[in-house]
């Protein structure tokens, strides 16, 4: 052990001494979410010894002599003004918009040329004394960042905000079979029905599609306008964009087998779903130490997450939640940006809520969540039961898996809810099977050879040693589609049948057997 522990300090010591890797992260999606995974990884590789530059929209001018940010703030304020309906409870409830991706595909395009517009990127990349040892860059729907990484001449990792859904992995290796794998924020959950199965399929043709037509012109033309002078000034010509795309070395998700399914994938992708809970978790402030110390009857937290506001659920809403809280023996911790009027006793305001650490109290019976990826990974870590009022995004398919699972109920948004929540509480309080199942679910989590957080750093670490990890490479990536599916073979099959037909009816003719001739002939 001693060994052990002197020869890791001795490893620590040389990185330091090296003054590590040159990391460069770039997370430019204007979410709080996103935001924390981004923030998980400067975190862990600044643990480790590296130097980390975070490209993010959320800087915190934290910086030292080992962290620097390049300031991408401008584009929240892009999002802020064009999301405030996809983020609004009572327009959600109201217009119930879907939140398929299709549909906001133009969006996307959209932030990525917020981002290429954005002068502090440009003046970075722009230096060229610069120089870095890996990039690693958050996938969400645009690839175009991977230029970024060509730039530096240099490897590139790919983020997963997700698991390893069929857009992604196609970027390493090739797109996962859709009759047993769910689509990318699909609704259904394998095993699927025919018609499940058949739908799977058409949406990946559809996306297909889109990113043919629609994403793929777009994504290009913005890559040659915006790296063909970047690399002029290192003297350099733009490589082709496809072979950029492809050039992605390795890919990190934000999942576990505990929250999601299996997932069949080649070695360079690897799950580090929940590298963004602290293992050490914070003491809460004093006095929600009290109170939750003090719930005899144990706790209730309620939040909707980072994006939406609670103050946007409709007045009637928040009067029949209230209603519905009173009610209960529990106390209820409410994660609201506003103080409400004609609190019952029972129910406290959260203005600002340490999470995890709330998760972490042993008082904790329930969570009412909107779904959301990170906030489901803290409950499975925690051993935690939900209710799940899921609104967007990838919500939705959280919430099947985690009722699938058998650890939480979904209530829908609508203005009978607060009846549905009523109903969920009282069934999830009386049962305990919600919270032995998620109590199974974590001893699962926890049943991993090292922490999420070791093995992210050991993976960008093995990636800058080794080059870009060429080992590792899916074969896949070298091959055309019509060869995977043995089209080219079919089409030797069809040929080879064709020469036999004609050969025997030349051997037919010469040997003067005129079986079908003669039939034409009499006709
Ligand atoms: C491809 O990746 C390697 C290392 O992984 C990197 O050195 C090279 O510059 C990349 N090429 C392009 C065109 O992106």
């Known amino acids: 052990m001693a060994k052990i522990v002197l020869s890791s300090l001795v490893l620590v010591a040389l990185l330091h001494l090296c003054g590590g890797y040159k990391i460069l992260l770039v997370f430019p999606l204007p979410g709080k979410s996103h935001h924390i995974l981004g923030a998980g990884y400067a975190k862990h590789l600044l643990e480790a010894g590296h130097e980390?530059?975070?490209?993010?929209?959320?800087?915190?001018n934290k910086t030292t002599a080992k962290y620097h940010e390049i300031d991408l703030s401008k584009s929240v304020e892009y999002f802020n003004k064009h999301s405030?309906?996809?983020?609004?409870?009572?327009?959600?409830?109201?217009?119930?918009?879907?939140?398929?991706?299709?549909?906001s595909l133009p969006v996307f395009i959209d932030m990525l040329k917020c981002s290429f517009d954005n002068e502090n990127l440009v003046n970075f990349l722009s230096d060229t004394s610069k120089e870095f040892d890996a990039v690693i860059v958050e996938w969400l729907f645009t690839d175009a960042f991977a230029g970024i990484a060509s730039l530096y001449n240099c490897p590139l990792i790919w983020s997963s905000s997700m698991e390893a859904h069929w857009i992604v992995l196609q970027l390493i290796h090739e797109p996962s079979n859709p009759s047993f794998n769910p689509n990318v924020l699909s609704t259904t959950i394998p095993p699927f029905t025919f018609f499940e199965r058949v739908a799977n399929l058409f949406t990946m043709a559809v996306f297909k599609a889109a990113k043919y037509f629609y994403l793929l012109p777009r994504e290009t033309a913005l890559y040659d306008e915006f790296y063909t002078p970047l690399f002029a000034k290192r003297g350099r010509q733009l490589p082709p964009y496809e072979e950029v795309l492809y050039n992605g070395t390795f890919v990190l998700t934000n999942s576990h087998t505990s929250l999601s399914q299996p997932i069949s994938v080649p070695p360079n992708v690897?799950?580090?779903?929940?590298?963004?809970?602290?293992?050490?978790?914070?003491?809460?402030?004093?006095?929600?130490?009290?109170?939750?110390?003090?719930a005899k009857h144990g706790v209730i937290y309620f939040s909707m997450g980072t994006n939406a506001k609670s103050k946007d659920w409709p007045d009637s809403l928040k009067k029949?939640?209230?209603?519905?809280?009173?009610?209960?023996?529990?106390?209820?911790?409410?994660?609201?940006?506003?103080?409400?009027?004609?609190?019952?006793?029972?129910?406290?305001?959260?203005?600002?809520?340490p999470q995890q650490s709330i998760l972490a109290h042993p008082n904790i019976r329930l969570f009412i969540t909107h779904g959301g990826l990170l906030s489901t990974t803290e409950t499975v870590y925690f051993g935690v039961p939900t209710i799940v009022m899921p609104y967007g995004a990838d919500q939705r398919v959280n919430a099947l898996r985690a009722v699938n699972k058998g650890y939480a109920k979904m209530v829908d948004l609508s203005y009978e809810m607060a009846g549905d929540m009523k109903v969920a509480i009282e069934e999830m309080l009386t049962s305990t099977k919600y919270s032995e199942k998620v109590k199974e679910l974590s001893k699962l989590y926890h049943d991993r050879p090292v922490p999420p957080g070791a093995e992210l750093v050991h993976w960008v670490e093995h990636v800058?040693?080794?080059?870009?990890?060429?080992?590792?490479?899916?074969?896949?990536?070298?091959?055309?589609?019509?060869?995977?599916?043995?089209?080219?073979?079919?089409?030797?099959?069809?040929?080879?049948?064709?020469?036999?037909?004609?050969?025997?009816?030349?051997?037919?003719?010469?040997?003067?057997?005129?079986?079908?001739?003669?039939?034409?002939?009499?006709?």
Not at 52 to 60: C, G, I, L, Q, R
Not at 494 to 513: H, M, P, Q, T
Request: glycine share 4%.
């Open 320 to 353: 029949e939640f209230l209603e519905v809280f009173g009610g209960l023996k529990q106390t209820v911790l409410w994660k609201f940006e506003e103080q409400l009027p004609n609190l019952p006793k029972n129910v406290h305001i959260l203005e600002w809520a």
């Open 270 to 294: 690897k799950e580090i779903g929940g590298y963004h809970i602290d293992p050490n978790t914070k003491p809460l402030p004093a006095n929600l130490q009290k109170i939750m110390d003090e």
């Open 52 to 60: 980390v530059t975070y490209a993010t929209p959320f800087p915190t």
């Open 84 to 103: 405030a309906s996809i983020l609004n409870l009572k327009a959600i409830i109201e217009k119930e918009i879907s939140g398929d991706v299709l549909s």
């Open 464 to 523: 800058v040693r080794t080059r870009g990890a060429p080992h590792l490479r899916s074969p896949a990536l070298l091959l055309p589609w019509y060869q995977k599916i043995y089209l080219d073979l079919l089409a030797l099959v069809v040929l080879a049948l064709y020469v036999i037909k004609v050969v025997l009816k030349l051997l037919c003719r010469k040997g003067n057997i005129k079986v079908p001739i003669t039939k034409k002939k009499t006709n």
